[in-house]
């Protein structure tokens, strides 16, 4: 009987280091799952004068920097110099539709390569005296007075009276 006894709290142990071992594998695992999903960004400026910045939230982190899968980068782009405006966004060799200051990725799920270019441009500002308006565009989109435009770039203004 004592040997009965010694082969039950023998088999009992075995079975509760099964059920310990395989209850935390898959803990485990997603744990290094985890871990591996993680992506490099890096980010710079390519044509012109100026500065890139990449926030994850409100932390700033640098160029080589890496991430976790999912995560929202956030670049912030500042021309240096008088007469310098932001060109275009590209990331990864693709160039975005727009010249914004900033420019988001979201969910990020591969390594990251985010370059922008600054070119030289002008501030156009208008106004209209008396009745009427004054627009402005600058490469089809519309302006407003006190707009950095690009140089090189055509400006149309369009002047309309007042209907009386």
């Not at 010694?6 to 395989?22: D, E, N, P, R, Y």
């Not at 710079?44 to 910045?53: C, D, T």
């Not at 979201?106 to 002008?122: A, K, R, T």
Request: glycine share 10%; proline share 3%; hydrophobic share 45%.
């Amino acid at each position: 009987m004592k040997r009965s006894k010694i082969l039950s709290k023998k088999l009992l142990a075995c079975i509760l280091t099964f059920v310990m071992v395989f209850s935390l594998a898959p803990n485990f695992m997603a744990q290094v799952a985890e871990e591996e999903a993680t992506f490099k960004v890096e980010f710079g400026h390519g044509a012109g004068v100026g500065e890139i910045y990449a926030f994850v939230g409100d932390v700033e982190i640098d160029s080589g920097d890496t991430v976790p899968a999912g995560t929202t980068v956030e670049f912030r782009a500042t021309p240096s110099g008088q007469g310098f405006v932001i060109d275009r966004w590209v990331v990864n060799g693709v160039g975005q539709n727009h010249n914004n200051s900033t420019h988001r990725v979201e969910n990020i799920n591969s390594d990251l390569y985010v370059v922008v270019d600054f070119i030289e441009g002008f501030l156009v500002t208008f106004n209209s005296t008396g009745q009427g308006t004054l627009t402005a565009a600058a490469g089809g989109s519309p302006i407003t007075s006190g707009t950095l435009v690009a140089k090189g770039s055509a400006v149309v203004f369009t002047a309309a009276p007042a209907n009386n």
